[in-house]
């Protein structure tokens, strides 16, 4: 009876997502409805409480205070023309190239949505000049911003929540997304130039020129380098990899790889220092709120799925059945990220309710690279994510024509990137 209770509920859940319901709220109500049936009602505040405090809140805060510090300092903006103006002579390539220069701008910048907002104003335009819709702009920022690029980064928010919430070491789980992602995104913007490239007029209007400055560009990129060359064991970084009690994985590498980045960003713009303290700390206070409360309902959910019997049984269900497993990693993400416009709650769930009990023969290090790519992916084809309603608000179009007209490219992405991800192993 309790798991018909549990599916009831997961159904409603489900229901109240696709209806646009607030994401933690539904969250948190559901998985305290099944703690609450199980008999377990004092499980949710535990979880919360603990989930306030989890390892894994100091890298992801870091990180977004480091992405306040290069708004407020205009390097993010930097990167983006340094990004941004050789396309305007690309020609054919200029599609496929707009697509990457979102990816790699979420690569610096963690939020989709942020990246579109620092990327738009620029790449809507050039494309506009190019001859392109505003439909095709749009959903060319959107494909190259939402594909996840922040994935690249040891860092991540996702990987480090995944990793936090199973005990699977985040580098590892990095490891297996990189080669897939960097794939996939390639495909993606091939077919993204196949799909319209065709679909030039006339130009509109022209882009302004773009002045550069290469340090301020490069700082945004400061703090990814040093992870990534610290985990290919460049000497002198070892340092970075060093782990201390409370800390999550490479939690405590993250975190001084940012700080690095903040004070770097801080000595170009020395004399607003006062202020880029000010931005720093809202960066995270908002990283805590828009991110941090959604990993702490993801697991409040996860938490009910286990006490009322779920998440045992689609353990049984999956039993030995590999193909299964891979299935649900990337298609249970992508089916909620799709509901609720978010790909980090999907994920988190995920992982909660599955892979800190799956069977090691299933290799659970994949299937956590496979849940956070299918997360990106669902997040990407999802009329209501926030990167969506931003773009077409930005290109003035629909959301729903937007999705449609990026739907080809991203799923030939997604297809070539689970088909590397699982020939890699």
Known sequence: ???LA???????????????AEVRLVLLGSGFLMAALAGQPLLIPDTFARAMVAGVVAPICTAMGFAAVLSATGCDRH???ALTAPLSRAGALLLPGSVL???LVNLAVPSQASTAAALGPVLLPLLRGAGFSPLVGAATLVLGASFGGDLLNPGAQDIQAVAGSTGLEAVTIHQRIL???LAGVVTAALAMQLSHGHERSAPAVHAEPLRLDPIRAFVPLLPVSLLLLAHAGTPGLSWLLTASEGTVGGGLGVVTAMLIGVLAAALLSWRELRALSKSFFEGMGHAYASIISLTIAAQCFGAGLKAIGLAQALLELVGDNRTLAVFLAFGFPWALSFLSGSGSGPILTFAQTFLGRIDPAHNPPLLAALACLGGAFGRTSSPVSAVVIYASGLAEVEPLKLVRTLAVPLLAGALVALVTALARG
């Open 1 to 3: 009876m309790s798991l």
């Open 6 to 20: 549990g599916l009831a509920i997961v159904a409603g859940t489900i229901y109240l997502l696709a209806r646009r």
């Open 79 to 81: 990167l983006v023309a």
């Open 101 to 103: 220069a979102a990816y």
């Open 179 to 181: 080669p897939a992602s």
